[in-house]
């Protein structure tokens, strides 16, 4: 099997961001994630996210630049993808992307990470119109495939509300789990506080928001009605100030929702946005797990 969707996730990691960030974003990655036991592995070169207690300042010092301990790892992280889906990801996004490519690469781009630190991961997911998971699997064939799964099925219905979702793999996985949740503004204001607390009490947790369009513009159309939108609306100013209020509204009360159980959070509006509003994702995580 081609794996034409990894590759072009990998070149696009490369086009988009320089060396130095592409560098970034997988010294987060470990930082955050990687687990340590009491055995010494060997030193490496230090990147912003990397905790300065693991500064060997010696070794540093003879080297001339700042060197980290890495530690071997007991055990692979579980990370488990809730992907929302239905409807709504036909629509695009507020940078006029299609909704569900831009989910589906954010995807990809955090699984290709996962991938390069022998991880496992599964995901939680919408298929013909049932919710469904995978074994927890790590390889570059696991992304291919399950990218082919969720393009083929996230534009689906989703007759399963977001908590039912989150509360799937707390029923059929009994491990310790890296929640990665991939929705929209609705999906975040959607769950509740008492599922939240539930997840956290064992889980750490990631939101991924992807952006929706503004209801101002040209040649706009209403997915859920199936309609051109009238252009008395679409160029109203006014109602373009009042979405922008309750989309602001919405997603400060999400945000605080989420400190409240040290959940870090990111919108991203475009597949050019995703590296960098990764790095950002992954240090404000880094910020909440030390603080």
């Known amino acids: 099997m081609r794996l034409q969707r990894v590759e072009k996730i990998k070149r ?20 955050v994630f990687q687990g340590k036991s009491m055995d010494f592995d060997d030193l490496r070169e ?26 071997c790892a007991y055990r692979r992280h579980n990370f488990v993808f809730i992907i929302d889906s239905g409807k709504k990801f036909t629509g695009l ?28 991961l599964t995901k939680v997911y919408n298929k013909n119109t049932t919710l469904t998971s995978t074994p927890f699997r790590t390889g570059a064939l696991n992304i291919e495939t399950s990218m082919n799964d969720i393009e083929q099925n996230i534009h689906l219905d989703n007759n399963h509300d977001i ?14 789990m890296i929640y990665i949740v991939i929705s929209d503004l609705d999906g975040a204001n959607n769950i509740t506080e008492k599922v939240l607390k539930k997840v956290t009490a064992s889980h750490d947790l990631l939101f991924i928001n992807i952006s929706d369009a503004s209801i101002y513009g040209d040649n706009l159309f209403d997915i859920n009605e199936n309609k051109n939108i009238p252009i008395f609306i679409s160029k109203n100013k006014k109602l373009k100030e009042v979405e922008e209020n309750i989309k602001k509204d919405t997603y400060d009360s999400c945000v605080k929702k989420f400190k409240k159980y ?8 475009s597949k050019n946005e995703i590296v ?10 880094n910020h909440a797990v030390r603080h």
Do not use: C
């Open 12 to 31: 696009n990691i490369s086009i988009q961001a320089s060396k130095k960030s592409t560098n970034l974003l997988e010294g987060l990655y470990k930082s």
């Open 46 to 71: 230090y990147v912003i996210g990397d905790n300065n207690k693991d500064i060997d300042w010696k070794s540093s010092i003879r080297h001339g630049s700042l060197l980290v301990r890495r530690y």
């Open 93 to 120: 996004t507020s940078s006029d992307e299609n909704k569900g490519e831009v989910s589906l690469y954010t995807f990809g781009t955090l699984a290709y990470l996962i991938n390069k630190n022998d991880d496992d």
């Open 163 to 176: 908590n039912e979702m989150l509360e799937y793999p707390l029923k059929h996985f009994k491990r310790k």
């Open 262 to 269: 040290k959940i870090s959070t990111v919108t991203i509006s």
């Open 276 to 285: 960098n509003n990764l790095i950002d994702l992954l240090e404000r995580h």
